[in-house]
């Protein structure tokens, strides 16, 4: 079964990066330093930084023993170990997936959405499903439906251009509910904060729940004195 674990950045969404950069591949910190933002720069690094470490605790590794390259369409994959990885960031939110198949995850904070995105990129089912929906719950459904069909889209290792509108969240989350362990399965998982997780994967290794760490300063740390620490899990 694959893995899901989130990290909640909180303060250090806008800390100094210079600490920890040196602990980033030379290719994330070119990444990094072309960002403006604080919140950018964390973001990028961490995201390197959390997946090696949740890599190397499935493999049995040190991260700094795990290293993280991406193929011709920019999907993630571990350069060293047989192990599939997805990553997604989105506010003060990073996640990360892992499993011994291929596995997509996405994340995304709430924001404002326009059903005319919905109109012209979701299938008609799913644009007509949040239009029955009350105005309330619209944002919340909205992205379930869209970190869905990202982390499908990772999954495949095609991106946003291999088209939104070619799958079906509809199916992907009634596959969830069902046993055939080689269909290809959704599920969400709601976040603090109105964030929304969307993980995709064979049934079979479709994870039912998320872990949520945090990080902060501390002794023996995985980098440098970073230290990332389990609060909580959430089921779908």
């Given at each position: 079964?694959?893995?899901?674990?989130?990290?909640?950045?909180?303060?250090?969404?806008?800390?100094?990066?210079?600490?920890?950069?040196?602990?980033?591949?030379?290719?994330?910190?070119?990444?990094?330093?072309?960002?403006?933002?604080?919140?950018?720069?964390?973001?990028?690094?961490?995201?390197?930084?959390?997946?090696?470490?949740?890599?190397?605790?499935?493999?049995?590794?040190?991260?700094?023993?795990?290293?993280?390259?991406?193929?011709?369409?920019?999907?993630?994959?571990?350069?060293?170990?047989?192990?599939?990885?997805?990553?997604?960031?989105?506010?003060?939110?990073?996640?990360?997936?892992?499993?011994?198949?291929?596995?997509?995850?996405?994340?995304?904070?709430?924001?404002?959405?326009?059903?005319?995105?919905?109109?012209?990129?979701?299938?008609?089912k799913e644009h007509e499903f949040l239009t029955s929906l009350p105005e309330e719950e619209r944002s919340r459904a909205f992205f379930?439906?869209?970190?869905?069909?990202?982390?499908?889209?990772?999954?495949?290792?095609?991106?946003?251009?291999?088209?939104?509108?070619?799958?079906?969240?509809?199916?992907?989350?009634?596959?969830?509910?069902?046993?055939?362990?080689?269909?290809?399965?959704?599920?969400?998982?709601?976040?603090?904060?109105?964030?929304?997780?969307?993980?995709?994967?064979?049934?079979?290794?479709?994870?039912?729940?998320?872990?949520?760490?945090?990080?902060?300063?501390?002794?023996?740390?995985?980098?440098?004195?970073?230290?990332?620490?389990?609060?909580?899990?959430?089921?779908?």
């Amino acid at each position: 079964m694959a893995e899901v674990s989130v990290l909640f950045l909180g303060d250090w969404l806008e800390s100094d990066v210079a600490p920890y950069l040196g602990f980033a591949s030379s290719e994330r910190q070119a990444a990094v330093a072309r960002f403006r933002f604080a919140s950018d720069k964390n973001r990028s690094l961490w995201a390197e930084l959390f997946a090696r470490w949740r890599l190397a605790e499935t493999a049995g590794l040190s991260p700094a023993e795990i290293e993280i390259s991406h193929d011709e369409k920019g999907k993630p994959f571990c350069k060293n170990h047989a192990l599939s990885v997805s990553l997604s960031h989105s506010g003060a939110y990073i996640a990360v997936a892992v499993g011994q198949s291929a596995v997509g995850v996405d994340v995304e904070r709430k924001r404002k959405f326009s059903l005319s995105f919905s109109r012209r990129w979701f299938r008609p089912k799913e644009h007509e499903f949040l239009t029955s929906l009350p105005e309330e719950e619209r944002s919340r459904a909205f992205f379930r439906l869209w970190t869905l069909k990202e982390a499908a889209l990772k999954y495949t290792g095609e991106g946003l251009a291999g088209g939104l509108e070619t799958v079906d969240c509809f199916a992907l989350l009634d596959a969830a509910e069902k046993e055939n362990a080689d269909a290809l399965a959704g599920r969400n998982f709601l976040l603090p904060q109105e964030a929304t997780v969307g993980v995709v994967a064979a049934r079979k290794a479709l994870p039912d729940k998320a872990r949520i760490f945090t990080i902060g300063h501390g002794e023996n740390g995985i980098y440098g004195d970073a230290v990332f620490t389990e609060q909580d899990s959430i089921t779908s």
